[in-house]
């Protein structure tokens, strides 16, 4: 069974960062998260491939970065100079090999971690 395993998320200031991990139990091309606020549709945030390429919504370029290890099957999410507005539940999505921000087009997701940003 495919388990995708999120950690990291917490309670922060603006401008704090945060770094978020995602554990796989498997290796998969493709691993992207998705943020969630409270009634706001399901977003992606940024994807790697295992060329180790990297896409960002343009709401996080500049400030998050993403990357991954492949012997471990994790990928991680550094969170700098967070805003009120990156508030939500962020999952944590794996499979195919197009890697891009749609989450209809993956079918594996991890439970979800909660990142709070005050102001």
């Known amino acids: 069974q495919v388990q995708l395993v999120e950690s990291g998320g917490g309670s922060v200031q603006a401008g704090e960062s945060l770094r978020l991990s995602c554990a796989a139990s498997?290796?998969?091309?493709?691993m992207v998260w998705f943020r969630q606020a409270p009634g706001k549709e399901r977003e992606g945030v940024a994807g790697?491939?295992?060329?180790?390429?990297?896409d960002y919504a343009e709401s996080v370029k500049g400030r998050f970065i993403l990357s991954r290890d492949k012997v471990k099957n994790t990928v991680y999410l550094q969170m700098n100079r967070l805003k009120p507005e990156d508030t939500g539940i962020y999952y944590c999505?794996?499979?195919?090999?197009?890697?891009?921000?749609?989450?209809?087009?993956?079918?594996?997701w991890g439970q979800g971690t909660q990142v709070i940003v005050s102001s």
């Open positions: 999505a794996a499979g195919g090999v197009r890697c891009g921000l749609s989450a209809s087009s993956y079918q594996n």
């Open positions: 498997k290796n998969f091309y493709c």
């Open positions: 790697i491939s295992g060329a180790y390429s990297a």
